[in-house]
């Protein structure tokens, strides 16, 4: 059997969630009358405590309709220098946004509120006006890395006080919950925007939901739409995300604690180097002398384990609803025999 660690974007639908998916009530969506995307977006909104949701096909796509929404061109957006906006989404600030980024080095993805204050542009016609800040949580080329409630309303400070929009890139936002305690509540009064992924952890085949108010989400609307991202009767995919938000999150937990199991096994093993800390259910760590992380990924593709090398050195392994206990301790002894 493969165990996939490649990304938590390989889990496939359960059985329940399928049920749930062919149970669907559908309409239009581009008319807005898909009673299930309503009532996905609504569901979420709430959860959030914001006004209203916009459901999507990728992360991708929301996180790039909110620059958009919260930005002119020629304007400049702060974020780290890891950031999956700026370094994974295609150029696509540039492209959808016409603006430039100032991309900071945080910590393990992180910023905190006196790098962001720094990185804001004087009111001088020689410079980009800073429009946004963009965070990421958790932060994924971080190793999962999880922000403090408390730096997070230091950088809000930040940009109440010299009127910039805070968008939250949270993909992985409820693996940050789950490992930290934080409310949803908290992170809705937080962002101007929130992104988050159904598709991660959450186990669904497909979407993302935009959070915002109700004027962001009726502009974020009308770029979904020029995007082509405008589906019809897309509640059979709704239908999964309804099915994840109510089944798929206190299990998280489980996917943080085999990281952390496969972790302590790599640990021990002299040909592995730095580990970064593992907060949620991401593990990079690196490996030194004996093998390269290419050929470290092609030992394990030996035994069905699949795992990525994000570069010469570093591995990446994402634990996922799809990872079982057995497929666990599977690995950990086939790492002990290396
Ligand atoms: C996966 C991911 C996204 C969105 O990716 P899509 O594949 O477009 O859904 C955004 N941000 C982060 C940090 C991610 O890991």
Sequence with gaps: ?????????????????????????????????????????????????????????????????????????????????????????????????????????????????????????????????????????????????????????????????????????????????????????????????????????LGTPVGSLLLGREAFIHQARRVRKVLGGGMRQAGYLAAAGIYALENNIARLQDDHNHAKLIAEALVKKSFVGKILPVETNILIFELVDRYSAGEFAAELDKFGVKVIPISAKQVRMVTHLDVSPEMVANLISIIKSF
């Design 1 to 201: 059997m493969i165990m996939d660690l490649r990304s938590d974007t390989f889990t496939k639908p359960t059985k329940g969630m399928l049920q749930a998916m062919f149970a669907a009530e559908v309409g239009d969506d581009v008319f807005g009358e898909d009673p299930t995307i309503n009532r996905l977006e609504a569901l979420s909104a709430d959860i959030f405590g914001k006004e209203a949701a916009l459901f999507c096909p990728s992360g991708t796509m929301t996180n790039q309709i909110a620059i958009k929404c919260h930005t002119q061109p020629g304007q400049e957006v702060i974020c780290d220098k890891l950031s999956h906006v700026y370094i994974y989404e295609g150029g696509g600030i540039a492209f959808n946004s016409g603006c430039q980024v100032k991309a900071i080095e945080g910590a393990r993805g992180r910023l905190n509120a006196s790098q962001v204050r720094e990185a804001i542009n004087p009111d001088d016609i020689h410079k980009a006006p800073t429009s946004l800040v963009s965070l990421e949580n958790t932060a994924n080329r971080g190793g999962g890395s999880c922000y403090e409630i408390a730096d997070l309303e230091e950088i809000k400070d930040v940009c109440r006080e010299n009127n910039l929009k805070l968008h939250l890139d949270g993909a992985r936002l409820f693996n940050a919950l789950i490992a930290t305690n934080q409310t949803t509540e908290t992170y809705g009064k937080l962002f101007d925007s929130i992104s988050i992924c159904l598709s991660k952890g």
